[in-house]
Nanobody, 123 residues
Framework: VQLQASGGGLVQAGGSLRLSCAAS????????VGWFRHTPGKEREFVAG????????GYVDSVKGRFTITRVNSENTAYLQINSLNPEDTAVYYC?????????????????WGQGTLVTVSS
């Protein structure tokens, strides 16, 4: 599956964005999806994941209660709703696909990656 992330932009602290991860092909429903983010000088980190059926989700502690991951398999799209943004959320956000029922927090377990979308939060 090929993935394309979009929806990033410049937003003030406290604002919201919805990131999209659009998949090509007819196998999207066979992939769990993870969102990762990368800030220069830091390792890329897992942010959120969702199982291929959409019934299992998980988040890194720093975004719990602020970020929500969802997916619509009929639309071949996954979403990351990000609320109450703060400057520490500034990063390039990537979506990734793992051909499995379950998502993983480990990027090495993902086979497909979209290009990143930049989220910049101003204070």
């Amino acid at each position: 599956v090929q993935l394309q992330a979009s929806g990033g932009g410049l937003v003030q602290a406290g604002g919201s964005l919805r990131l999209s991860c659009a998949a090509s092909g007819r196998t999207f429903s066979q992939y769990a999806v993870g969102w990762f983010r990368h800030t220069p000088g830091k390792e890329r980190e897992f942010v959120a994941g969702i199982g291929r059926r959409g019934d299992i989700t998980g988040y890194v502690d720093s975004v719990k209660g602020r970020f929500t991951i969802t997916r619509v398999n009929s639309e071949n799209t996954a979403y990351l709703q990000i609320n109450s943004l703060n400057p520490e959320d500034t990063a390039v956000y990537y979506c990734a696909g793992k051909r499995s029922m379950w998502y993983s927090t480990k990027e090495i377990e993902y086979q497909s990656w979209g290009q990143g979308t930049l989220v910049t939060v101003s204070s």
